[in-house]
């Protein structure tokens, strides 16, 4: 059997094996006790993402490459996902080192190694193109993330979360099983572009009845959901948002939503294109519950983690619009709403990090900062700080020139093209619901008195500067908000073949 054996091609997969390498180092660093070796172990963390951030630019390419017997693909999607993880992990570690630092029950060297091999995980699923590595990376990601929320062992509140992760974590990770195993059995591959091809033949060549792959999209669809937080999957998101330590609530709330949006394209676009009339109908259904579930319940909440994950619901409910729409017939319009929709998540990704920097800065040992109490009067204390987080808070509500009003603009008009005006009318009322809270925030900061025994903001000056230009490319994307646009719709464009059916 060995003549028939071909040693796959290792160079596409390149940055996923030094990042696989680097994390078992980082791991065996982790192992000392030491403040030392816990900063050895951060800078080392921090080298590698960086360093696979080049290689992955390094490789960009227009070609589309396969390896390890088409189970692996490399196109300029995956590149510019997989760019946005490193960078998006790097912030968020910088983010954290202080909040680590003065919180000795959190091992910084562990949560270093756990956030290495949940990128790992995150960048196997954005280039799978078979069933089994997808499902390997979602699982290396996933338990990451249980691992990383449960960090604090004396914390009573992170323990509960991280069970409630787990258990309906692994509920979901069922429904994707079975909504995989029956696409199996109806097409017989494992591969999604195989699929893709069966799936069309005997739909539309040989007129087979479609029912059992209906009935394994539902399952795949529900998996897909919860992992992106949309209604009615969502009851893990409050719950872990609040109970785990904020380091590990912003790494759940950014990097992860990247590596899910890429399995929805992978699995629905790639996949199971002919099903799109199902499937369209389910996410547009996603869609309009999360965005009014989200922005309503959001209103009640007090706690910021809670009102920020809800907030999050909303926010992947306009993510699914794009994706929903993105279906109508026309290679143009396909690529609109598809790059949009792209659009929208590096926007999000962008002000989530900010807000959550924000809540660790204030934050300092013994004391979370994460009730809206707490930003009392924050501009008489810090008005830098207060005025960035009021762009943030703008930009999350739409307000024009800033990165989030472009980033919905483009949705709608995506969804407008496609002709579901009502749809249309549905997102815009639930963004002017949305909007009461962020502006509550700021009333809070700007108009609410502090605390008298309010301590001084003391920040470290690189973690000033990383917030500040956090907040900045908020504004100035929202200025010119060209070049990223065409860089979603290039990485679209460059790797599917946007025909009319």
């Not at 899910?260 to 499937?279: K, M, N, S």
Request: hydrophobic share 55%.
């Amino acid at each position: 059997m060995s003549q028939y054996f071909v040693l796959p091609d290792l160079l596409p997969a390149l940055p996923e094996l030094f990042l696989l390498f680097m994390g078992l180092v980082v791991l065996l660093v982790s192992i000392g006790k030491k403040s030392s070796a816990q900063t050895v172990a951060f800078a080392l963390t921090q080298l590698t993402l960086l360093l696979t951030f080049v290689l992955v630019i390094r490789g960009v390419s227009s070609e589309i490459e396969y390896t390890f017997s088409n189970m692996f693909v490399r196109d300029m999607l995956a590149d510019f996902l997989k760019a946005l993880v490193c960078l998006t992990v790097v912030m968020t570690l910088s983010y954290s080192r202080r909040y680590l630092v003065e919180r000795v029950a959190i091992p910084m060297g562990e949560y270093c190694a756990l956030s290495l091999l949940a990128t790992l995980g995150m960048m196997v699923m954005i280039s799978a193109n078979h069933f089994l590595p997808l499902y390997l990376g979602l699982e290396i990601m996933s338990l990451s993330l249980y691992a990383m929320t449960a960090l604090n062992r004396n914390d009573a509140t992170a323990t509960e979360a991280a069970m409630k992760y787990f258990v309906l974590g692994a509920l979901a990770s069922g429904f994707l099983l079975y909504g995989m195993s029956l696409v199996y059995g109806v097409t017989g591959s494992l591969e999604i572009s195989e699929i893709a091809m069966r799936t069309g033949g005997k739909l539309y060549v040989e007129g087979m009845d479609k029912t059992p792959l209906v009935f394994g999209l539902v399952f795949i669809v529900a998996g897909l959901a919860f992992k992106l937080g949309v209604v009615p999957f969502h009851m893990w998101l409050p719950d872990v948002y609040h109970g785990a330590p904020t380091a590990a609530t912003l790494f759940i709330a950014a990097a992860p939503k990247l590596a899910t949006f890429a399995i929805v394209i992978r699995l629905l676009v790639d996949g199971l294109l002919p099903l799109y009339e199902d499937w369209q109908s389910m996410l547009m259904l996603l869609a309009v519950l999360s965005m009014g579930f989200g922005n309503i319940v959001a209103i009640a909440q007090r706690n910021i983690k809670r009102m920020l994950a809800y907030s999050a619901i909303a926010h992947m409910g306009f993510v699914l619009l794009g994706l929903c729409c993105g279906v109508v017939a026309g290679g143009d319009q396909r690529l609109h709403a598809y790059s949009s929709s792209l659009f929208y998540m590096v926007a999000y990704l962008l002000a989530t990090l900010a807000a959550f920097g924000l809540i660790m800065m204030l934050s300092r040992a013994g004391f979370e900062s994460d009730r809206l109490d707490d930003f009392k009067g924050l501009n008489q204390r810090s008005p830098w700080l207060a005025v960035m987080m009021m762009m943030l808070m703008l930009s999350m509500a739409g307000i024009p020139i800033l990165f989030g009003f472009f980033a919905k603009f483009a949705i709608l008009s995506a969804v407008v093209a496609a002709g579901y005006y009502w749809l249309a009318v549905l997102a815009v009322i639930f963004s002017l619901v949305g909007a009461f809270y962020y502006l509550r925030l700021i009333k809070i900061m700007y108009f609410d008195e502090a605390p008298a025994d309010a301590l001084p903001i003391e920040v470290p000056f690189s973690t000033r500067v990383l917030f500040s230009v956090n907040s900045l490319a908020v504004v100035l994307i929202g200025v010119f908000p060209q070049n990223v646009m065409v860089m979603c719709a290039s990485a679209f464009y460059h790797s599917y073949q946007f025909q009319p059916y």
